[in-house]
């Protein structure tokens, strides 16, 4: 400083030195092109635009998408780079404990709707560069997203340190030296980025996924993800890793299956994103999964039915349209789904319209996939450019609204023609299912908290009373009886 105030150019020289040290140092601290565009991609395979963007609002990662959970809905953050309303203020630290241990800045805890269970398992040079992708590579949108508000007492955030205590498992995927490059590439994408097992798995009464049954199928609300463990007759163990991948791409394999509800979502905005090196890789960890049958399966779900054709029984009658009021299951299905899948179910020959017959989605013995389909019908991109598109048939219907009843009767004729005919479906399942989906145990505390209450409260005054009883008693016999005088 004394040299400096002597000797002005002095002073300049250190000015210029101090001024070449900060550039440096803010070039070290900015990612590079490379650690973006690999931050980007990482976006892509861990579906993060999926859950953080509204659909259709143009704001991609500024949250406020509402995700059904049985406790109620849970609102998405905005996780674009804002300071007012993003992340724009956290540090690698601060996104590293959001991401990994389901910690907020601010030190409130995420609920696992956010599945940092699997992001957990992310290298910490994987959580860098989506941390630089979303600083960097993503428009800033300013508002903080929609803010959730579940019912007591899942509005008690800290009840998820607990939680994250008995079913979070900090540490990050290690090499397995004994498999291939190729198997533990693919065991990182399925079990940190691509989060499989948090669709896939069953939970069990604390909404964590349950240990030793790992991928063997789990329902989603009104939808259900299939068990793809290396079964062949309940899992994917009858898949080739061709039609895996193929599957994984576009959502479609003939005579196999056709993607719809959140594994649609899933295809459109992750898995058609990933090269084809990181799908076999998926394909190739995948069948090696400990297999889990169930007992009621005896074959794929993709290997029942045969096209079948009954469209002659209604011939000589009225006619029957969508806007006509069918009155037989068969005239519900030529009313509503024959002009497309063809009256023998085989569908197109393009593929545009898929086969109800060697369909998983009519061979599963668990039919949720079935109902939510026929009432919220499949709305999907291809990545060819073209589109999946199937009118659902439920209260927002653009075509024909159908009852309960109908549904029912229309999935059970379909079951019978193409599918597993062993398979019944009822209007009180489609009543559910139009609800969301059947509520697990916990979601049903909020309804019976004040019962309980009531009886804690009830016991424990019959406790205090009993035990001032048992004082008083205690009491009266320790006391001397008064002698006649």
Request: hydrophobic share 40%; glycine share 8%.
């Amino acid at each position: 400083m004394l040299i400096c105030a002597v000797f002005p150019a002095w002073r300049a020289v250190g000015l210029a030195v101090l001024l070449a040290t900060s550039s440096l140092a803010l070039a070290d601290a900015l990612p590079s092109p490379e650690q973006i565009k690999h931050g980007e991609y990482l976006a892509r395979a861990a579906d993060c635009i999926a859950c953080h963007s509204v659909p259709h609002s143009n704001k991609p990662f500024a949250g406020g998408y509402g995700i059904a959970s049985p406790l109620g809905t849970i609102y998405s953050s905005n996780i674009t780079p804002s300071v007012n309303g993003g992340i724009g203020d956290y540090t690698l630290a601060d996104f590293d404990n959001a991401l990994r241990k389901g910690i907020r800045k601010d030190g409130a805890h995420l609920y696992p709707a956010m599945p940092y269970t699997s992001y957990a398992k992310m290298t910490s040079d994987d959580v860098a560069a989506l941390y630089a992708y979303l600083m960097h590579g993503v428009a800033p949108v300013d508002g903080a997203a929609r803010k959730t508000r579940l019912p007591f007492p899942f509005n008690i955030r800290l009840s998820m340190a607990m939680w994250n205590g008995l079913f979070l498992d900090p540490k990050p995927l290690e090499t397995d030296s004994a498999k291939s490059a190729e198997w533990n590439r693919g065991r990182y994408l399925v079990d940190a980025l691509e989060h499989c097992s948090a669709c896939h798995t069953p939970r069990n009464v604390f909404m964590a996924e349950k240990q030793g049954a790992a991928f063997a199928g789990g329902q989603l609300g009104a939808w259900y993800a299939p068990n793809i463990t290396s079964d062949a007759a309940s899992g994917i163990g009858g898949w080739s890793d061709a039609e895996l991948m193929q599957y994984l791409k576009s959502g479609h394999v003939p005579r196999k299956a056709a993607a719809a509800g959140p594994m649609a979502e899933a295809v459109s905005n992750s898995l058609s994103y990933l090269t084809d090196t990181d799908l076999q890789a998926i394909a190739t960890y995948l069948k090696t999964i400990n297999p889990v049958r169930d007992g009621n399966d005896i074959k794929p779900a993709f290997a029942w039915g045969s096209p079948a054709n009954d469209d002659a029984t209604l011939r000589g009658t009225s006619g029957v349209t969508q806007s006509s009021k069918p009155t037989s299951a068969a005239e519900l299905f030529s009313a509503n789904c024959a002009s497309c899948h063809q009256t023998t179910g085989s569908g197109t020959s393009d593929g545009a319209y898929p086969s109800l017959s060697n369909n998983t989605t009519l061979g599963h013995a668990n039919a949720s996939n079935l109902i939510a389909a026929i009432l919220y019908g499949v709305d999907r991109p291809l990545p060819d450019g073209r589109h999946a598109f199937m009118p659902g048939f439920g209260p927002n219907s653009l075509v024909n609204p159908l009852s309960d009843t109908d549904i029912a009767a229309l999935a059970n004729y379909t079951l019978r023609q193409f599918g597993n005919a062993a398979v019944q479906v009822t209007a009180g399942d489609v009543t559910t299912a139009r609800k969301g989906g059947e509520p697990p145990l916990l979601a049903k505390v909020p309804k019976i908290l004040p019962i309980v209450l009531v009886v804690i409260a009830l016991l424990l005054v019959l406790a205090i009373w009993r035990g001032m009883r048992r004082r008083r008693l205690r009491v009266i016999r320790a006391t001397p009886a008064p002698h006649a005088s």
